[in-house]
C-alpha cells in the first residue's frame, strides 16, 4: 500500500487517502451562490479519487470576497446552494470540505482573465471598500483598506461562526479556516500590514489574537467529532515580516485549542518578493511545523508527481498532500496516480468498461 493511499484518521473521520484537492477559486458564483460549474469541477475531483475535496476560499462576508464572482456563506440560501455539491462528493466518497475566508485588503478584484485588478468605489458599480487591520494597501493598485476597529474584529468573529453554522447544515464533514495568501487574517499576523497599537498589534501575542479567536470560535462551533483545520502562510519571504518561527508558535497555539491540521502554503501577503520556486518548495515550512508544532499537517506547493507526493508521505514530512493545479490538469489525477504507484483504487462503476 502506498502510504499517499493510506486512510488517515482526524478525529472521527476517516478520510480515504491523502490526495486531497486544494480550494482553488473559480470566479463562477454569482452573489456568492455556486452554479453548475462548482457542481462539475468539484464533483468531478470527488469522481476521480481525491480523499478530500475542498471548496474555494468561501465569503463568510460580502465584502469577504476576492471578487465579486466569488463563493459566499454569508446568507442561508447558500446553504441550499452547497447541498447537493457536498451531498455529491461524500456520495462518491470524498470527504466533503469548505475553506472559510476573508479576503482583507486584497478584496473588490476583478476574474483574473480580465486581468485581476482592484475595482474601485465610483468606478465599478460592484465595487466595496476593503478593510484591514490597518490603512496600508497591498499596492499601489489598491485602495487603501479601511482600518478595522475592536468592534469590527467582533464582527467578524461571529460572521465565521455563523459560515461555520451554515456550512454544517450544507452537509460539510471539514472546514477550514483561510489565515494565508495575504488575506485578512494574515493581514492580522504580518507586521508588514499589522501596524495597531491596541489589543490586535504589536506583539506576536497581540498580533496572533484575531487568528486565535477565529479558529477557537469554528472549533467551538463545529462537532468535535470532525476536524477543523488552518491554512497559513508560513513564511511572508519578505524581511522584517512574518516567518517559520512565528508560524510554529501559532501553530502551537492553534494545536492547543484543537485545530486538527496546519495546511503549509507560503506568501502573497506583499507583492514583489523574490520566491525560490520549484518542486516542493513548500514541504519543508510542513516538515518544520508537524516536527516543532507536534500537529499534523499538508504540504503544497508543485507537488505533480505520484512519486514526489508518496515520498513526502513516506518520510513523514506531512500528513497530506493538497494539490491544486495538477488537478486542474486532470480530474482523476489521485486514480492516475494510484495506478502509477501500484495501487488500484475503485473507479466510478459507469466508467469500469473503460
Known amino acids: 500500500m502506498p502510504h499517499l493511499f493510506s486512510p488517515i484518521r482526524l478525529r472521527d473521520l476517516e478520510i480515504r487517502n491523502r490526495v486531497w484537492v486544494s480550494p482553488m477559486c473559480m470566479y463562477s458564483s454569482d452573489d456568492g451562490m455556486p452554479t453548475d ?44 446552494g452547497f447541498a447537493p455539491i457536498a451531498a455529491f462528493m461524500k456520495k462518491h466518497g470524498a470527504t466533503p470540505a469548505i475553506q472559510l475566508a476573508h479576503a482583507g485588503r486584497k478584496a473588490s478584484t476583478d476574474a483574473p482573465w480580465r486581468g485581476g485588478k482592484p475595482l474601485r468605489v465610483g468606478q465599478h458599480p460592484l ?20 482600518e478595522m476597529t475592536a468592534r469590527d474584529v467582533d464582527q467578524l468573529v461571529a460572521d465565521f461562526v455563523a459560515a461555520t453554522r451554515r456550512s454544517l447544515a450544507a452537509g460539510f464533514e471539514c472546514v477550514e479556516v483561510h489565515a494565508a495568501h495575504g488575506y485578512l487574517l494574515h493581514e492580522f499576523l504580518s507586521p508588514l500590514s499589522n501596524r495597531r ?3 490586535y498589534g504589536g506583539s506576536l501575542e497581540n498580533r496572533m489574537r484575531a487568528v486565535l479567536r477565529v479558529s477557537d470560535a469554528v472549533r467551538k462551533e463545529w462537532p468535535a467529532k470532525w476536524p477543523v483545520l488552518v491554512r497559513i502562510s508560513a513564511t511572508d519571504w519578505a524581511d522584517g515580516g512574518w516567518d517559520l518561527p512565528q508560524s510554529i508558535e501559532l501553530s502551537k497555539r492553534l494545536k492547543a485549542i484543537g485545530i486538527d491540521l496546519i495546511d ?31 500537529i499534523a499537517t499538508g504540504a503544497v506547493g508543485m507537488i505533480t508527481e505520484p512519486d514526489q507526493a508518496n515520498d513526502i508521505i513516506e518520510s513523514g514530512q506531512a ?36
Not at 466595496?128 to 479601511?146: K, L, M, N, Q, Y
Open 127 to 146: 465595487a466595496w471598500e476593503p478593510v484591514g487591520p490597518s490603512p496600508i494597501p497591498f499596492d499601489d493598485d489598491h485602495a487603501t483598506p479601511r
Open 319 to 354: 500528513d497530506a498532500i493538497l494539490i491544486a493545479r495538477a488537478f486542474l490538469r486532470d480530474p482523476y489525477w489521485a486514480a492516475n496516480a494510484a495506478r502509477a504507484l501500484g495501487k488500484e483504487v475503485p473507479w466510478p462503476v459507469q466508467y469500469g468498461r473503460a
Open 37 to 80: 460549474w462548482h457542481m462539475t469541477h468539484l464533483g468531478a475531483r470527488a469522481v476521480g479519487g481525491a480523499g478530500m475535496v475542498m471548496v474555494e476560499a468561501t465569503g463568510v462576508a460580502p465584502e469577504g470576497r476576492i471578487s465579486p464572482w466569488d463563493s459566499g456563506i454569508w446568507a442561508d440560501r447558500h446553504v441550499d
Open 264 to 294: 503549509c502554503s507560503s506568501g502573497a501577503l506583499v507583492p514583489r518578493v523574490k520566491i525560490p520556486i520549484g518542486p516542493g518548495y513548500q514541504v519543508p515550512f510542513a516538515d518544520a511545523i508537524r516536527r516543532e508544532a507536534g
Open 197 to 199: 497599537t491596541d489589543d
